[in-house]
């Protein structure tokens, strides 16, 4: 089974400060990858997804980015945050015919 | 694009009794439809999935129902114990497509009455 890891697990970054988030992929080839957000209490929004290298979907206009350089490495990044942009940030791996499978999360908060 | 609904948002029930969530899809696409299960500051994680060449698959306590036509699965738990207490997610995806991205359902916050 993929097993991902995600770090760091939690970020406390001023108004305004950059962000990077990294996500990357074992037990797998060619994954489709995800970025998720998730608010206090509420479901799981999606943000980017990537079905392969360099190839990135945005679906939700934002501040933030997504890039893929390498087959299992998903990074997630914005220049300036805002506070809207605390919340639980999950990163997900899936290929055809297995589910979806989780990074631990990060819970990013700006202050 | 997809659009994944997902009821009730919160649900009670005592324990030994059964519980039901249902979701509604609206992209005819969707050929996959995984639960989740995401307990406080966790990860979701899978607990059962079904493709669109079945109509039912069960797994101990846990059943789920998919009915094409309607655009419809249910989440089926038997027997509840105090641990299924949890958010719930449903979700539909594309396998086998380009346009393979996930979308989960608002969630159910089920809680067991002891």
Not at chain 1, 54 to 83: C, Y
Not at chain 2, 13 to 31: F, H, L, M, P, R
Not at chain 2, 32 to 60: A, C, H, T
Request: charged share 20%.
């Amino acid at each position: 089974s993929q097993t991902i890891h995600q770090w760091p697990a939690t970020l406390v970054q001023p108004v305004g400060s950059p962000l990077s988030l990294e996500c990357t992929v074992e037990g797998t080839s060619n994954p489709n990858l995800y970025w998720y957000r998730q608010a206090a209490g509420r479901g799981l929004q999606l943000l980017f997804y990537s079905v392969g290298i360099g190839q990135i979907s945005s679906e939700v206009p934002q501040n933030l980015s997504a890039s893929r350089p390498q087959d299992r490495q998903f990074i997630l990044s914005s220049k300036k945050l805002l506070l809207s942009d605390s919340g639980f940030y999950l990163c997900a791996s899936k290929s055809d015919g297995t589910e979806a499978f989780f990074g631990q999360g990060t819970r990013l908060t700006v202050v | 694009g997809e659009n994944v609904e997902q009821h009730p948002s919160t649900l009670s029930v005592q324990e030994g009794d059964s519980a039901v969530i249902k979701c509604t899809y609206s992209d005819s696409a969707s050929n996959y439809f995984p639960w989740y299960k995401q307990e406080l500051g966790k990860r979701p994680q899978l607990i059962i999935d079904i493709r669109s060449n079945v109509g039912e698959k069960k797994d101990q306590r846990i059943a789920v129902t998919l009915n094409k036509t309607a655009k419809h699965f249910s989440l089926h738990i038997t027997e509840t114990q105090p641990e299924d207490s949890a958010v719930y997610f449903c979700a539909a995806s594309i396998e086998y497509s380009s346009a393979s991205k996930i979308i989960f359902g608002s969630g159910t916050r089920l809680s067991i009455r002891p």
